[in-house]
């Protein structure tokens, strides 16, 4: 398999496309981004990175960051983070508040924004927000292998100046007993991890620890055990496109988390990691190319968890 070739080809088709969907202008930040641009990355355990098109330029990775603050919160709590967050997928968008009501204010799974905002909660454990967040931005220099990963404080203010929703959303769940931090720094944290910058390489690279049972094989480091990481890719694989999932898995049959910056990370358990980018959406808030991006993927490689 030549997978220089495929990502060639790929990127090559997705330039040609014109409906490319349309740029997140909620965060009046991401609205200024270039919806022309395509990216794609593949990062295989072997220690090779294949690229195409836009992939070495920055992104704001948005809610591809709740798989890692998922991977530091079940670092600290263990199984009792599932007091603090739900499993299942919610099948609603992304930012809805309807099942909270009718769950005591239990996000329904840690990738909602309701979850990740529980998360980020749970992983505060009365530290300041900006102990947690050089913790996670270690964490992401640590599974990246790459020091040069940054916040993009221009987002995050943007988000915190637009905050109305997520605010809801904890509040609410404040008033059912299930945050512990005041809810303004708990937002100031979850904005700034969504705010983090990564280019496709870089993400493919942070998402090889899922490649291969919980080992970086790049760096040859185990970030977690092998049944964490089954367990989070079963989770992304689930929930990680909202109520787009089910068609995540459907025409993708991987595991992957999307971001309303246009990243979509997608992991192909023993094979590897791909990173793809395009600033557009489809109506529920998932990248359009890279959707079609992965299905092309797939169709060439054969990867799939549902097939060998
Ligand atoms: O809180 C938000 O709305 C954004 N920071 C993250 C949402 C997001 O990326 C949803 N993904 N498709």
Redesign the pocket.
């Known amino acids: 398999m030549n997978m220089q070739r495929i990502l060639d080809d790929i990127a090559a088709e997705m330039a040609a496309e014109i409906d490319r969907g349309k740029v997140a202008d909620?965060?009046p930040q991401l609205a200024h981004v270039n919806p022309n641009q395509f990216g794609i990355a593949v990062a295989t355990p072997d220690g090779q990175v294949y690229a195409a098109g836009d992939a070495d330029t920055l992104f704001s990775i948005?809610?591809i960051s709740k798989v890692f603050t998922l991977t530091i919160a079940l670092g600290k709590l263990g199984d009792a983070l599932w007091t603090h967050v739900g499993r299942e997928p919610s099948g609603d968008p992304?930012?809805s508040i309807m099942i909270l009501e009718s769950e005591s204010g239990r996000p329904r799974n840690p990738f909602i924004?309701a979850g990740a905002i529980a998360v980020v909660d749970a992983i505060m454990m009365g530290h300041e927000p900006k102990e947690i967040l050089a913790e996670i931005l270690r964490f992401v220099h640590f599974i990246a292998d790459d020091d040069s990963i940054r916040f993009d404080h221009k987002v995050a203010a943007s988000?915190m100046a637009h905050k109305d929703?997520?605010a809801a959303l904890a509040h609410f769940m404040k008033a059912f007993g299930r945050l512990e931090h005041d809810v303004d720094k708990v937002l100031g944290t979850?904005?700034h991890q969504?705010s983090i910058a990564m280019t496709c390489q870089q993400l493919a690279h942070a998402g090889l620890f899922l490649v291969s049972n919980g080992m970086n094989e790049h760096t040859g480091v185990r970030v977690i055990n092998a049944e964490r990481a089954r367990r989070i890719n079963s989770l992304m694989m689930m929930c990680g496109?909202?109520d787009g999932s089910g068609e995540f898995a459907y025409l993708v049959g991987l595991p992957g988390k999307?971001?309303?910056?246009g990243g979509i990370l997608t992991i192909a358990p023993g094979k590897g990691a791909i990173a793809v980018w395009s600033p557009g959406?489809d109506h529920v808030?998932?990248s359009k190319l890279g959707l079609k991006a992965l299905q092309r993927l797939v169709e060439k490689t054969g990867w799939s968890v549902f097939s060998t």
């Open positions: 909620y965060i948005q809610s992304f930012n924004n988000e929703r997520n979850y904005f969504c496109h909202y999307s971001g309303v910056g959406l808030g998932n």
